[in-house]
RNA sequence: GCGGGUAUGGUGGAAUAGGCAGACACAAGAGACUUAAAAUCUCUCGAGGGCGACUUCGUGCCGGUUCAAGUCCGGCUACCCGCACCA
């Protein structure tokens, strides 16, 4: 009688081997593969059953890789400055360093779990000043580079967190991270010019084995557009207003022009009999919060009482303040053709604006127009010199007419916009500039780096806009480093994107002293070939790697200009009804009494099982019996029949042979539910060929080296068991014998007017005429009319049309 | 509003490239073993009709193409996600 499968002591057994026996080494030979799990914030409640799910697919897939000849660099590390800690030291006193260590501790404690293969040598912590110490020099490097520079301007505000919010940070109104409806603070602010990169983060796009939805999210954000700016004259005035539009060959439809409140000559344009009005409405805008702005309805402007001149045909247009202009986009001016934009539309009918249709539609003007017209497809009407042209031609051709004339400019614009980098917060790295009265903004040498994070009284945000660190004199007052004058260094952090924007180039050099990552090591290890995480970092952590990896590939850290070469995005595992897993929600599940009672196998296993890695699914546990009932009986199988001895019929061979194919292609194509699916098709067939007289010690042995990725702890001790002394994992990758795959026998459905009627057992390579014959005869008692088609797919099916 | 995704038994899901819909599991029911229970093993398991061999219907809804449609085309509906006055 066969020892019953022991997962507690069998997982026991072969953690601490591989700990003694590390599997993944490299010969000197082995190609690199760089498997890169998006690292975690160690927040104190660890880890649940879905963040599991990317950490397995991951390792599997890292396993998989190795198994094929891979050296692997697969680490982990920890993104560990940032808001939770920061609340938890204002609540409770304790230093954001002592309870991230706890943190950290606690969640490596419960990744071990996993028994992913990481390589703890590799483990980088974003708050380790030999880490950040990086951190501030790429900071410092694009501030001398040009590319980070102070700004004081209205930025995004959240009144919970007391701190500015970059553009990604705020998501429809509100603070991504506490739901608080965000507003704008004047602040000053040290941006990064991100901008500068858009061309290039939206062409190299086109490089990456990124998910479409990804790259289609990153498209729009950068969102680039084509146009002219338009210069009008203002009447009666020696000035002039310059509007961007995508639309240029619709000029001659503009019958009035809109300028954002925040416009630089929005006040200056009132006349005496608009003036309370025009100051009232500016006033007002200014109050509204972006939600605000956002929810309004309908829309609102007020009348300049002034004009401007379109530059095109010299007609009067009159020039409206309205806050569904965005201040910071384009010239924070527009021209308005309300016959062909909606919102001019709807702008022009609420104040009784002329319309001017300029584009036909189906060949002719529209009468009494209900909405706008907003197509770039019809001949151009009431245009001048125009008429007669196709608007989809002259759309691309009008902002070179105009530039020509001296009338404005082809322009191309974007919706990204740059990068507000300060943090009015404690725990993060301090930006190492230093302001002296004569230099003006130095930095600090880079030999004086890392700039460490002093220790505060009180981590409470000032909310003036201020970092806690400006309440430390000592720290606060410094000499400036180029003239030695007294001077106060910046005390606004980063924000927390700014570790994870390159930790992952770090991993492969991590105690370099000398270097971000040394020449030799980035050459050999990077970049990153499989990088899984959830979508929700799609624009925001995505983005901004690519930014940084594109910089220090410009000034020549690196030899690469993406980082990520093919990107995998897991599904989310929820709560009952698909509500996300919180604390609060306490819906949480966690993998430790799972772990107990099934092992890590059977937890990796059915993390996969659930359904497609891509999709989200919501966590049942009872599923988990089937997978764990599963490597039972395939256990059982294998104690026994490893010492039978039995010769390999020539369908055992088919079957080894389709498994190798069958699991290797279902893993390839990442459906690696299907693949769980496949393991238990055929263990119940091979348990099924078993009964009479066995199954042969080869098949079994492939079985195990196929499983060894996805339950590496069975399939080492099975390994042992079929007789060997090395790892499982010194083991190729098996590769499928498609000729032993052949069947010689095959079933082909006969259907009879496209239903099914009879399955007939014929020979694989059967002619056509004899396959039709033979679904005929198995089908004739069924048949009442003349056959007048006849289909036959080789090997597919058989259908008889009756008449 | 715009863009993307999804919709299949009681449940999770499967179905290369248009070819037997429901693989593999979970749950449920019946049986075997057991003093009993657990575990294990065997069987049933989309809906309707028929004693039965069988048969009709069935992949969100309406229509189409095809010998054949979950899969392709046209038109909807619901839910989810992203963007959201970007001129």
Not at 241 to 253: A, C, E, W
Not at 272 to 277: M, N
Not at 285 to 306: I, P, W
Request: glycine residues 6%; charged residues 25%; proline residues 5%.
């Amino acid at each position: 009688m066969a020892t019953a499968y022991n997962h507690r002591a069998i997982e026991q057994k072969w953690r601490k081997n591989w700990e003694e026996h590390p599997v993944n080494v490299q010969d000197g030979k082995k190609p690199k593969y760089y498997c890169l799990d998006m690292f975690p914030y160690p927040s104190g409640s660890g880890i649940h059953v879905g963040h599991w799910r990317g950490y397995v697919i991951s390792d599997v897939w890292s396993r998989y890789k190795m198994l094929q000849g891979y050296y692997l660099i697969h680490p982990m590390g920890w993104d560990a400055f940032g808001l939770p800690a920061e609340n938890y030291a204002i609540k409770m006193g304790v230093h954001p360093a002592k309870s991230t260590a706890e943190n950290v501790a606690h969640f490596k404690e419960q990744l071990s779990q996993i028994s992913a293969i990481y390589d703890w040598d590799r483990e980088v912590n974003t708050t380790d000043p030999e880490f950040y110490k990086w951190t501030q020099w790429i900071f410092v490097k694009m501030f001398k580079e040009g590319l980070a520079y102070e700004k004081e301007f209205p930025i995004n505000w959240c009144p919970s967190c007391k701190t500015g919010l970059a553009n990604e940070e705020v998501v429809n109104g509100v603070c991504e991270r506490c739901g608080t409806p965000v507003t704008k603070k004047n602040l000053r602010q040290w941006m990064l010019r991100i901008t500068k990169y858009a061309d290039r983060l939206l062409n190299d796009l086109d490089k990456l084995d990124w998910p479409e939805k990804v790259k289609k999210m990153q498209t729009d954000w950068i969102g680039k557009s084509y146009g002219a700016e338009v210069d009008f004259p203002v009447d009666g005035r020696d000035e002039k207003i310059t509007v961007y539009t995508t639309r240029p060959d619709t000029l001659y439809g503009a019958t009035f022009m809109v300028l954002a409140p925040e416009h630089k000559l929005a006040a200056s344009l009132a006349v005496p009999e608009t003036k309370e009005a025009v100051e009232k409405y500016i006033y007002e805008s200014s109050m509204k919060s972006n939600v605000d702005r956002l929810q309004d309805k309908e829309k609102t402007g007020v009348f300049t009482g002034s004009y401007a001149v379109n530059p095109l045909n010299g007609a009067k247009i009159p020039i409206w303040l309205s806050d569904y202009v965005l201040a910071d986009y384009g010239t924070g001016a527009i021209m308005c053709v309300p016959a062909h934009d909606d919102r001019d539309f709807e702008f022009a009918t609420k104040f009784h604006i002329p319309i001017i249709q300029v584009i036909a539609k189906d060949g002719k003007e529209i009468e009494n127009m209900t909405e706008a017209y907003t197509e770039a497809s019809g001949t151009m009407i009431n245009s001048g010199e125009w008429n007669g042209m196709e608007s989809s031609v002259l759309k691309k051709e009008a902002p070179h007419i105009i530039e020509k004339r001296g009338l404005g400019r082809a322009t191309v614009n974007y919706k990204l916009r740059d990068w507000v980098f300060s943090r009015q917060r404690y725990w993060g790295e301090p930006i190492p500039i230093v302001h002296c009265p004569k230099c003006g903004n130095v930095p600090v040498p880079e030999d004086q780096l890392p700039l460490r994070l002093p220790d505060v009284e009180s981590y409470e945000p000032t909310g003036t806009g201020e970092s806690p660190l400006a309440a430390i004199d000592e720290w606060v007052n410094c000499k400036c480093p180029v003239c030695g004058a007294d001077a106060k260094r910046e005390t606004n952090t980063m924000p927390q994107w700014a570790g994870s924007s390159w930790y992952f180039l770090r991993y492969v050099d991590n105690k370099n002293t000398e270097e971000l990552v040394s020449k030799e090591k980035a050459d050999k290890y990077l970049p990153v070939d499989m990088y899984i995480g959830g979508v929700e970092h799609a624009v925001l952590h995505l983005l901004y790697s690519r930014f940084y990896t594109k910089f220090l590939y410009d000034i020549g850290a690196i030899d690469f200009d993406e980082p990520f070469q093919k990107l995998f995005n897991q599904g989310m595992i929820t709560g009952k009804n698909g509500i996300k897993m919180s604390k609060s929600k306490g819906n949480v599940v966690s993998p430790d009494d799972l772990v107990r009672d099934y092992g890590c196998d059977s937890l990796r296993m059915y993390e996969l099982f659930v359904g497609p890695p891509e999709l989200d699914a919501e966590w049942d546990e009872r599923g988990i019996d089937g997978v764990y009932r599963f490597l039972n009986r395939f256990w059982k199988l294998v104690m026994d029949n490893k010492d039978k001895n039995v010769e390999p019929t020539k369908e055992m061979v088919r079957v080894r042979n389709n498994m190798i194919h069958t699991i290797s292609q279902r893993l390839e194509n990442f459906s690696l539910n299907t693949v769980i699916s496949a393991f238990m098709e055929f263990n119940n067939r091979m348990i099924d060929m078993a009964k009479d007289g066995g199954m042969d010690r080869k098949t079994l042995e492939t079985a195990v080296i196929l499983m060894a990725p996805f339950a590496p702890h069975i399939s080492e001790e099975l390994w042992e068991q079929l007789g060997h002394t090395g790892s499982v994992f010194a083991n190729t990758w098996p590769e499928a014998d498609k000729a032993a795959m052949a069947e010689e026998e095959i079933k082909i459905p006969v259907q009879v007017n496209g239903k099914t009627r009879a399955v007939i057992e014929v020979p694989a390579d059967i002619s056509k005429e004899d396959a039709i014959a033979a679904g005929k005869a198995a089908v004739a008692g069924k048949i009442s009319g003349t056959v007048i088609k006849e289909i036959y797919v080789p090997k597919k099916i058989i259908n008889l049309v009756v008449k």
